[in-house]
């Protein structure tokens, strides 16, 4: 993975490791252990002048910073390393309270995975080899034991205990993130799980569509915990030169191994923000993107503190090695998540498909029960012309009733299948309302619903299929004759808008509730408050037809009560942009 290493002036005690171009570092290091902090050591040497030698050879050997606990027994070794962190332990095999390989063993038992090099005063190969097969890492003869040796065995130790607690944490972080598919929890454990051993604080970030969002935040000092959760809680919208910001435009980690003031300034979104960022003493700094399948998710950001590390490539490759992994655990999260949506639509797509089912067999079932009732009292019964005319006039409307809601349901696969037929010529608008009203004056009637409506004179002619907006029409009319009350009123008008003809349809029913408004013009979808029957079509078969037009639909509740439906169809002189699969 590609990184920006930020470089500044030295700071007083402190050593700058340059690097060219971004690459692997030249700079020596020293005794070939990082600077981060100093090495602890606990030399168990019951002998004052073997353990004397051993502190004044180490110190001659360049080993670099490091601090020396010298104890004289075996149970005072269990009991530092029971109550202190140590990287190393120098361990003699003749103590006044223990001797020979059980000592090691002892050791071992006290801090598992610290490394146990034994000095022995015996040049017995055999049982150094002894030692070592029981667990310990090295030995070395005391009479040979020079600065460079002692320090050479103790370079390997470090970093062979370094790259083991590497390996543990990322196992560990591994079966973490694999514990839970919530993003945030996941992204919350591995914070805390990368301090102290990556970081003193950590801060994890994620892209959600346009906006970047902290999810996450940790301090390894339980009294610094609660400032950096609060630290831009509420910020979600990073400045331009923010370093996180930086780091998910460009993909590319961020290494500053020592952090400048004006870094803190870039992070900073006000004075306020900025004295938080100096109250925790931020020294040392990594930045490294979450990305998967060739997207950045987010990013971690490890900072140094108190501790008095200093972040180099090392720290950096492990840094991006964890989040590759928690890269992969988010991009899983999200997958995981949009299944389980997916699954919630299909779900309700189901119960939406039983549901209009029920309803539109009801709705046949209806008719169907009257038709045959019908033709079998004029099979069963002698009637009356009159009465044989009723139910003749009977079967013919309910058969015709059968016959829409077929055609509905055909309208509607038409629609979704791409074959819905347009055939466009130039109309009047005056002619469309006046056929609309013709269309709708037999049911408003029978509802004693007064209907009318107005244009005005000088409309531009309209490229529309007359039969399919009388269908527009007939479909909202009807919707309106359903939910106005008797004595109310419906108006069907048109006005010109820019290169479009708006034609309306208003009733003086109840209205519409605001939430039900993004859901009118939904296939099978119908109010739960005015249900009047159907099978929820009507609505949906309107929008296509009129978008099939180049048009578009939408409906709001009028300036003084009522619903208003409003449908555009392109003027005649206009080109509209016709949907080339209707």
């Not at 993975?1 to 700079?27: F, I, K, Q, W, Y």
């Not at 202190?84 to 059980?102: M, R």
Request: proline residues 5%; charged residues 30%; contains cysteine.
């Amino acid at each position: 993975m590609n990184h920006t290493v930020l470089e500044h002036a030295p700071m007083p005690g402190r050593d700058v490791r340059p690097t060219m171009g971004g690459g692997r570092s030249t700079a020596p290091r020293e005794g070939g252990i990082e600077r981060r902090r100093p090495a602890r050591i606990l030399l168990v040497e019951d002998n004052p002048g073997d353990a004397r030698l051993v502190r004044e050879n180490l110190r001659d050997a360049a080993l670099g910073r490091f601090d020396l606990v010298h104890v004289s027994k075996m149970a005072d070794a269990e009991e530092a390393l029971a109550d202190d962190a140590f990287d190393a332990v120098l361990l003699d095999l003749s103590l006044p309270d223990a001797a020979g390989l059980p000592t090691v063993s002892r050791a071992l038992a006290a801090a598992p995975g610290v490394p146990v090099i034994v000095l022995t005063g015996l040049e017995d190969e055999a049982v150094g080899a002894r030692a070592v097969h029981v667990g310990a890492q090295d030995f070395l003869f005391k009479h040979g034991a020079t600065g460079a040796v002692i320090s050479r065995a103790l370079r390997y130790a470090l970093e062979r205990k370094r790259f083991m607690d590497t390996q543990r944490f990322l196992a560990v972080a591994g079966a973490r993130l694999a514990d839970s598919l919530d993003c945030r929890t996941t992204l919350q454990h591995v914070t805390e799980m990368a301090t102290p051993l990556l970081a003193d604080w950590c801060v994890t970030y994620v892209v959600d569509g346009a906006t970047i969002q902290r999810v996450a935040a940790a301090h390894a000092d339980p009294r610094q915990r609660e400032t950096v959760r609060a630290l831009g809680e509420d910020r979600i919208d990073l400045t331009p030169g923010h370093p996180v910001r930086r780091v998910l435009e460009t993909g590319e980690s961020l290494l500053a191994p020592d952090v400048a003031h004006s870094l803190l300034e870039q992070a900073a979104e006000d004075e306020a923000h900025l004295q938080a960022l100096e109250r925790l003493g931020m020294t040392s700094l990594i930045i490294t993107p979450l990305m998967a399948r060739g997207r950045t998710l987010g990013a971690i950001a490890f900072v140094a503190s108190n501790s008095g590390r200093r972040y180099g490539e090392d720290d950096l490759v492990l840094a991006e090695e964890l989040a590759s992994r928690v890269a992969l655990a988010v991009d899983n999260a999200r997958l995981y998540e949009a299944q389980q949506a997916a699954l919630e639509r299909a779900e309700e797509a189901v119960r939406s498909r039983d549901e209009v089912l029920g309803i539109v067999a009801h709705d046949l079932r209806n008719p169907l029960s009257s038709v045959r009732m019908a033709a079998y009292l004029l099979i069963e019964t002698k009637l009356p012309d009159d009465r044989r005319e009723d139910f003749l006039r009977s079967i013919v409307s309910n058969t015709e009733r059968i016959d829409r809601q077929i055609e509905d349901l055909l309208e509607v696969a038409r629609l979704e299948g791409g074959g819905l037929r347009i055939e466009l010529e130039r109309h009047r608008p005056h002619a469309l309302v006046l056929d609309a009203l013709e269309a709708l004056a037999s049911s408003a009637e029978e509802m004693e619903i007064e209907i009318g409506g107005g244009v005005r004179e000088g409309l531009p002619e309209v490229m529309a299929d007359p039969d399919r907006i009388r269908q527009v029409f007939v479909n909202l009319g009807g919707n309106a004759i359903k939910v106005t009350p008797r004595g109310g009123r419906i108006r069907i008008s048109a006005e010109e808008a820019d290169d479009l003809v708006r034609f309306s349809v208003a009733d003086t029913g109840p209205g519409l509730r605001e939430e039900d408004i993004p859901h009118l013009f939904d296939r099978f979808w119908q109010s739960r408050v005015n249900r009047k029957g159907g099978a929820g079509l009507g609505l949906s078969i309107a929008r296509g037809i009129v978008e099939a037009h180049g048009g578009e639909i939408h409906a709001e509740n009028g300036p003084e009560g009522g619903a208003v439906f409003h449908f555009t169809v392109p003027v005649a002189d206009a080109e509209p942009e016709v949907p080339t699969d209707r």
